[in-house]
Nanobody
């Protein structure tokens, strides 16, 4: 497994932007597909965006298409989530996760998780 640490969360007004980072330990980062998920109070964890091992393929939840971008830098063992045009309904704890093999949307397929970072969007 890989160790993951998220950063970059905070409080932002609606319409604003934030960039989350997720730093991974180990020298095999490029073997892992990466995903971002979020969980709001009283709700289940939901898929946000995911990126393949090479970074060529990405996937997005309908709710964030056109607003959130995922990218990765395998040389820096880091995956990013650029969030623009934030809405109050984006408020949640955001988690990054890693899985070996193909990228996926199902959180149950991921076996390494970060501790999460809080994102709060005020109206």
């Amino acid at each position: 497994q890989v160790q993951l640490v998220e950063s970059g969360g905070g409080l932002v007004q609606a319409g604003g932007s934030l960039r989350l980072s997720c730093a991974a330990s180990g020298r095999t980062f490029s073997m892992y597909a990466m995903g971002w998920f979020r969980q709001a109070p009283g709700k289940e964890r939901e898929f946000v965006r995911a990126i393949s091992r090479s970074g060529i393929s990405t996937y997005a939840a309908d709710s964030v298409k056109g607003r959130f971008t995922i990218s990765r830098d395998n040389a820096k063992n880091t995956v990013y989530l650029q969030m623009n045009s934030l809405k109050p309904e984006d408020t949640a704890v955001y988690y990054c996760a890693a899985k070996q093999g193909a990228v996926a949307r199902n959180p149950d397929e991921y076996d390494s998780w970060g501790q999460g970072t809080q994102v709060t969007v005020s109206s």
